[in-house]
């Protein structure tokens, strides 16, 4: 189905809205990014945790797609790889229409398999005011788009680089549309 470029990695080990970029990052199979707050079994958002602590982590990786930020600063808004609190920014690959289950390889080894759209919260605004209605908002029939990346899980582990090449597999027919996750 083609392929992208990784155009900068990301990870914090506290909880924080953004993610310092780093020259690389490990992927944990079954875990998600090596240090990162968010690597784990079970869900580690804070919010999914109030909610049940107990559920599966379908959130391990975080991936923005670096067109957004062109998008985004059309509207006079200015942001960086990481400052979404993404793990890894991608170029040339249409995430928001992957379908579910897409897989996605990095470079030799690392392997992500999508779940499915990160749910803009209102940290967002806190970011930077405004920016939440930039990256949900509704297409001409009213349903409504997250554009604020999506998230997967750690198939096969690897280290991710800035420069990695990023290839696509397409699961079966028929395709599932993302949704939150």
Known sequence: MGTGLVTAVSSNGVYSFTKPTRESI?????????????????????????????????????????????????????????????????????LLGLPTGAVLRFGEEAVVEVTGLRNPCLQIDAFQQGLLKQVVGRDASGRLLRKAGIMGVVRHGGTIRPGDAISVTLPPEPHVPLERV
């Open 26 to 94: 490990t992927l944990l199979e079954g875990l998600g990014v090596e240090g990162d707050v968010h690597a784990g079994v079970t869900v580690k958002h804070r919010s999914r945790v109030a909610q049940d602590p107990t559920q599966p982590n379908l959130r391990q990786v975080h991936l923005i797609h670096r067109e957004l930020f062109d998008e985004l600063a059309e509207q006079g808004f200015e942001v960086s790889a990481g400052q979404l609190g993404e793990n890894v920014t991608t170029e040339g690959v249409d």
